[in-house]
C-alpha cells in the first residue's frame, strides 16, 4: 500500500501495534528512510519505505523505560515543523543570496505530510515526506 496526500486516512488501515522496531536506514541522496518492524502475532514483518523526506527526528531517552515496540503510528501535525523550516531556509538564502528577493524561490510543502511512530519506550519517530510504501511480508 502506498500512502500520500491524496489518500491520508488509509494510514487507519495499517495495524502497527506491538510490532518490533528493528532498524532503521536512511539514503541521503535519495531522501529515503526504510524502517524495519518485525510482527508479532503472526502478523508478519513491515518495511516502511518513506519517500522524498523532508525532516525526520528520532527521541531515543526512554521516557518510559525499555523497549522497542510499536504503540501506534498517526499522521503528525506538521505545522510547527514546516514553519521553523521556512524560517530557517529564510535564513539560508538571505545569507547565501542578494538581498533582492525576487531571486529566491522557497519549499513547496503542499505535497508532504508528517508520520509519527510512537515507540513503548515513549520515544518519537518523526517523518515528514511525500509518500509511504508500507509492505507486510507475512
Same mark, same amino acid.
Given at each position: 500500500?502506498?500512502?500520500?496526500?491524496?489518500?491520508?486516512?488509509?494510514?487507519?488501515?495499517?495495524?502497527?501495534?506491538?510490532?518490533?522496531?528493528?532498524?532503521?536506514?536512511?539514503?541521503?541522496?535519495?531522501?529515503?528512510?526504510?524502517?524495519?518492524?518485525?510482527?508479532? %502475532?503472526?502478523?508478519?514483518?513491515?518495511?516502511?519505505?518513506?519517500?522524498? &523526506?523532508?525532516?525526520? @527526528?528520532?527521541?531515543?531517552?526512554?521516557? %518510559? /523505560?525499555?523497549?522497542?515496540?510499536?504503540? @501506534? %503510528?498517526?499522521?503528525?501535525?506538521?505545522?510547527?515543523?514546516?514553519?521553523?523550516?521556512?524560517?530557517? *531556509?529564510? &535564513?539560508?538564502?538571505?545569507?547565501?543570496?542578494?538581498?533582492?528577493?525576487?531571486?529566491?524561490?522557497?519549499?513547496?510543502?503542499?505535497?508532504?505530510? /508528517? &508520520? @509519527?511512530?510512537?515507540?513503548?519506550?515513549?520515544?518519537?519517530?518523526?517523518?515528514?515526506?511525500?509518500?509511504? *510504501?508500507?509492505?507486510?511480508?507475512?
Amino acid at each position: 500500500m502506498i500512502i500520500n496526500i491524496s489518500n491520508l486516512c488509509d494510514i487507519d488501515k495499517i495495524h502497527l501495534h506491538d510490532a518490533s522496531f528493528n532498524n532503521m536506514f536512511f539514503d541521503y541522496d535519495s531522501k529515503k528512510i526504510v524502517v524495519k518492524l518485525e510482527g508479532e %502475532w503472526n502478523d508478519g514483518d513491515f518495511i516502511i519505505k518513506f519517500y522524498d &523526506v523532508l525532516y525526520h @527526528e528520532m527521541i531515543c531517552c526512554d521516557f %518510559w /523505560g525499555g523497549g522497542c515496540y510499536v504503540v @501506534e %503510528w498517526s499522521l503528525l501535525d506538521t505545522t510547527e515543523i514546516f514553519d521553523k523550516l521556512l524560517r530557517l *531556509e529564510r &535564513v539560508e538564502k538571505a545569507k547565501s543570496y542578494s538581498s533582492n528577493s525576487e531571486n529566491h524561490s522557497y519549499m513547496k510543502l503542499h505535497e508532504y505530510f /508528517g &508520520v @509519527e511512530i510512537l515507540i513503548n519506550s515513549g520515544d518519537r519517530f518523526k517523518i515528514i515526506c511525500k509518500s509511504v *510504501e508500507i509492505c507486510n511480508c507475512k
